[in-house]
Each structure stands twice: as C-alpha cells, then as structure tokens.
C-alpha cells in the first residue's frame, strides 16, 4: 500500500474532533521548521556584531529584514513539502529534481537580493566577490532547508501510514465480520438451502451447480477474504456466484431480472488487483433494498476495467419507495463504511456517487487500481 499523503477530513473527525480544518493533523514538523526560524533570527540578532554586519542595527530594522529571509526560507521548505507529495509518490523523480534545483536557484537569488539590499556582509570585498560568497552560502543553505523538508514530510509520510494500516487492519476486521454475517447467517443459509433442496425435489440439473456455488462463496468469505488484495477475475467469480444464488429466489426469467455485464481490457482479470469484497456492498444493497418484482431488469450491474486499469462499477436497481434506496439500513455494511475502506485502500484514487429517485437507485463506484504480478 502506497503512502498516503494526505488525511481525510474523517480521519481528522476521528482523531481530533476539536482541530480547526485550517490546523494540520499533525503539526509536529511545522512547530519544529519555526522553532529553527525563530532560533536563527535569534542568534543572528546575537551575533549582529561579529564578521558579517558592519554595524549594530535597529530593532525595527532587524525585524523588517528578518520577516523577508523567513518568508523566502519558508517559500522553499513548502515549495519542496508540496512538491515532493505530488511527484515522487507518482515516481517523476527527474521532474522532482528539476523543481527541487529551480527551487533553489531562485530561493538564492531572492536571499542574495535581501542580502545586498539591506548591505549585509563584509564591506571589503568588491560587489562581484560579495555575490559570489553569498551564492556559495545561499546555494549551500537553500539544500539543507530542501532536505530538512523532505526528511520531515517522509517522516510525517511514514507515521501516517503506520497509522493508517493499523486502522485498516481495525476496519478490514469490522468489513469482514459484517459481510460474514450478511452473507453466512442463519437467514441467508435457510433461503438458499430451501431452494437448493426445491431444485433437488425437482431433479433439477441446476442443484449441483448452486450447492458449488454456496460452496465458493463459503470459501472466499471464511478464507481467502483476508488478503489485502486478490485477483479481479476472483472478485468477479465470487461476484457472479452471488448473483446465481440469488437468482434462485426470483421468479420468473431470472436471468432477465438480473444483468451482468463486464467489459474489460486483454488480461485486466488478471494484472489488477482488488481489495476483496469491495464491490460487493453495492450488489448486496441492490438486493436488499431493491424491488425485485419490478419488471426486468429488476437489477443491473456493469463492470468496465480499461487498459489504464480505471474501474467503473455500476449498481442500478429499480426501488418500490424512495426509503428504500439506502445503504445505511441496520444490518447492513453501510455507505460510511464502505467510504471508510476507500479513503484508506484508495486514497485520492476513487469516486463513489449515489443518485437516487423514486423509481431507481443508482451506484457508481471509479477506482484507479494498479497493475502487479499475480501468481494464480
């Protein structure tokens, strides 16, 4: 899992209800970079006396030069704090290093212009050996404050994803016993045994085929649902064979009432993974919520994965009243939830949009997946 560089506005609702939204989540680095501000402008006005000024100056006048080498030092130590989230987590290192060394030959120039503005440094040098001092000075402090910077954000990088995967195995822990119990309690096995046991009365040829089916389902959520991703074509085989067994409860043409439909690039089942049981919240609510004796389709689902590995999920299922259209009916896993499981699996890689009417309720979900090596 990628570090997350940036905190959600839930997370900081959960950690620290009384934080200001302005206020960062954690603003240890920060107190830090101004406490080392405000220790240099306390030693230079100290020291105002030794080799670098010529004479004692004024309060006001310290104070003026003071507020503009702090803005410029401040410029640079954000410059690199913002640009070093945006670019090395998309690994653009030469773009990274390209801004970090622009960043730094113009923070030299401005600290050099402050520099000779205000007449600092050792008079006896001509103007040509005074800049070319300032340069080798400037140059040399303008990396040190790229690198204070960066040492700081991988650090506050590096806390946050520690604490973002101790609360992502808190929250894996809550999904999977919720869809354990959505899926595996006594009510959903009665159904589907009542029905496998009509199709055996039956003599059906389809019994067979729904005992696998409860069987894999049974399987993926009791084992293979604790891995923090697994193939798409798997979520797509658990996902099909939740439809099958709930097919068997429809009457009618139940292959009409319930669509599936995928389209997906050469071998994207394959090279990209899934947090598991993911699309499965939406597909449930469907059921659960929908009005499934409406005419057909009652229920549709369209799966798109593209050669970019963006997934576009959609859930759409007709509903008998507007309250029915809900995620957050008791029992259920829930939007926050299922919100939740986003923001720390795919933080600013997802979009999920509910639109709901009288007639119809409508779920998208865009997750930005990324390719890996699957062994199968």
Not at 8 to 23: D, E, G, K, V, Y
Not at 121 to 135: C, D, K, N
């Amino acid at each position: 899992m990628p570090l997350s560089l940036s905190v959600s506005t839930t997370m900081r609702h959960r950690l620290r209800p009384w934080l200001p939204a302005w206020l960062p989540l954690r603003p240890w680095p920060h107190v830090v970079w101004l406490a080392l501000l405000l220790f240099a402008d306390f030693q230079l006005w100290y020291s105002q006396m030794g080799l670098y000024y010529r004479e004692t100056e004024s309060g006001w006048h310290f104070l003026l030069k003071a507020l503009w080498v702090d803005a410029v030092d401040c410029a640079l130590f954000y410059f690199n704090w913002i640009v070093l989230s945006r670019l090395l987590p998309a690994r653009r290192l030469v773009l990274y290093v390209g801004a970090v060394v622009g960043g730094v030959l113009v923070f030299a120039a401005l600290r050099i212009g402050i520099s000779v503005f205000y007449a600092e440094g050792v008079q006896q040098f001509t103007f040509a050996e005074h800049v070319q001092m300032l340069s080798n000075y400037h140059l040399v402090l303008g990396l040190l404050i790229v690198l204070l910077s960066g040492g700081l954000r991988l650090a506050v990088d590096y806390v946050q994803e520690h604490d973002n995967r101790r609360e992502l195995q808190a929250q894996h822990l809550v999904t999977e016993l919720s869809l354990l119990k959505a899926q595996v309690n006594p009510h959903f096995l009665f159904n589907t045994l009542n029905n496998i046991y009509a199709l055996t009365l039956q003599h059906s040829p389809r019994a067979p085929e729904a005992v696998l089916r409860l069987a894999e389902i049974m399987r993926y959520v009791l084992y293979e649902s604790g891995a923090d991703t697994v193939p798409l074509t798997r979520e797509l085989t658990h996902l099909r064979g939740f439809l099958d067994l709930q097919r068997l409860r429809l009457p009618g043409n139940a292959a009409a009432a319930v669509q599936l439909h995928t389209t997906l690039a050469t071998g994207a089942e394959y090279v990209f993974p899934i947090a598991p049981m993911l699309l499965l919240p939406l597909v449930e609510n469907a059921f659960k919520h929908g009005h499934l004796q409406a005419p057909a389709p009652a229920v549709q689902l369209e799966l798109q994965v593209n050669e970019a590995g963006v997934l576009r999920f959609m859930v759409r299922n007709a509903v008998a009243a507007p309250q029915a259209a809900s995620l957050e009916a008791p029992g259920g896993v829930g939007l926050p939830n299922l919100r939740r499981r986003l923001a720390l699996l795919y933080p600013q890689r997802h979009t999920l949009t509910i639109d709901a009417t009288a007639q119809e309720f409508c779920a998208t979900l865009t997750v930005q997946l990324r390719p890996t090596a699957v062994i199968l």
